[in-house]
Each structure stands twice: as C-alpha cells, then as structure tokens.
C-alpha cells in the first residue's frame, strides 16, 4: 500500500506496534461516540489492527487503511474502500485522537486520501457519511470539497439505538463522462 505525505502527516501501513496507540482512540467514549463500533476492548483493537496488516499486504486490494501519524506517533487512521469498480464508487472514513482534535489534522489526512482515490484509483466519486450532531466531521468534509447530498435517516446502528446520516459526495471532474 503506498504510503501518502502531507505538510505535516504521514499515512502509512499500520503496524502490529501500533495497537496501544490505536487503543488509545478505539477505547475513548468520546472519539466513538459518532461511530458505529467501539469503545473497544483491547481484543477488538489487537482484532482490527491484525487485519488492517493483514490487508495491506493482499496482492489486490479495494480497501487501504493508512495509520495517521504526526512525528512518527499514530494520532488516528484513515480509508478508501472501493464500493463500485464498475461504477468508479469509494466511501472514505477516519478517526482521530482526541488529543489531536481541533489541529486541522483529520482534514489534512482525510484530503490526501481523497486525492488518492481520485488520482490512483481512478474514483469518480467518494462518499462519506456522518452524524448531524458531529458538526467537526462536516467541517472536515466541507473543508476537503464534499458537498451534502442527502439525509439518511435511521442509516445505522449505533449501540443499539437508530441513527441518522449525513451524506457527503466529491466527484471528480476530470473522470466525469470517462469509461472505466
């Protein structure tokens, strides 16, 4: 899996080293709170991490999870998964440390990433969904140049209760009207 270089981060292959800092975010109430997964347990992060490694090496891949780091220490992760060839579909995700909130730091990583899909994958559209309440993550994916598409409603599961979505789309333009 390439590794991807901003300003200030780098998105690399995690690592099975990586666990105690991916549980550092996994575990927190908060950074989940949006999510529908987690808090995990150290298992369910050992679980994650394990095939995160385990996927970056496949000889084909339509799913890349970087490990975000600043200054060589994992702050969070970030994803493309392919959900359409035919259709040139991705959905991107991310998370981030608390710790590191607020730093400008899943907009710069979540950016890269996009590029990516769009240069390397050749993804003529990216989604990404998030809660209405998590009023950071829209800033995040308007700050990247997603538009708001839609309101999913009752979209996921999120411990047991119903849970709205925000739909989020960059096209690009450039791939607009080409055959795959």
């Given amino acids: 899996m390439?590794?991807?270089s901003t300003k200030r981060l780098v998105l690399r292959d995690f690592l099975s080293s990586?666990?105690?800092?991916?549980h550092n975010y996994a575990a927190d109430p908060q950074v989940c709170q949006y999510m529908?997964?987690?808090?995990?347990?150290?298992?369910?992060?050992?679980?994650?991490?394990r095939d995160v490694v385990t996927a970056s090496s496949a000889p084909t891949q339509d799913s890349f999870t970087w490990a975000v780091t600043a200054d060589d220490v994992v702050v969070g992760a970030c994803s493309v998964t392919v959900t359409s060839a035919v259709h040139r579909r991705a959905e991107m995700g991310y998370v981030l440390a608390r710790a590191h909130w607020g730093q400008g730091y899943a907009s710069e990583a979540a950016a890269a990433v996009l590029g990516f899909a769009h240069r390397e994958l050749s993804v003529l559209r990216v989604e990404a969904t998030c809660r209405p309440e998590n009023v950071a993550s829209q800033r995040v994916l308007r700050k990247i140049g997603m538009q708001r598409e839609a309101l999913l409603r009752s979209h996921v599961l999120i411990r047991g209760q119903r849970a709205d979505s925000l739909l989020f789309a960059s096209i690009d333009p450039q791939l607009a009207g080409v055959s795959p």
């Fill in 18 to 22: 990586d666990v105690d800092a991916v």
């Fill in 36 to 49: 529908d997964w987690g808090p995990n347990t150290l298992a369910q992060t050992e679980a994650f991490v």
């Fill in 2 to 4: 390439p590794e991807l």
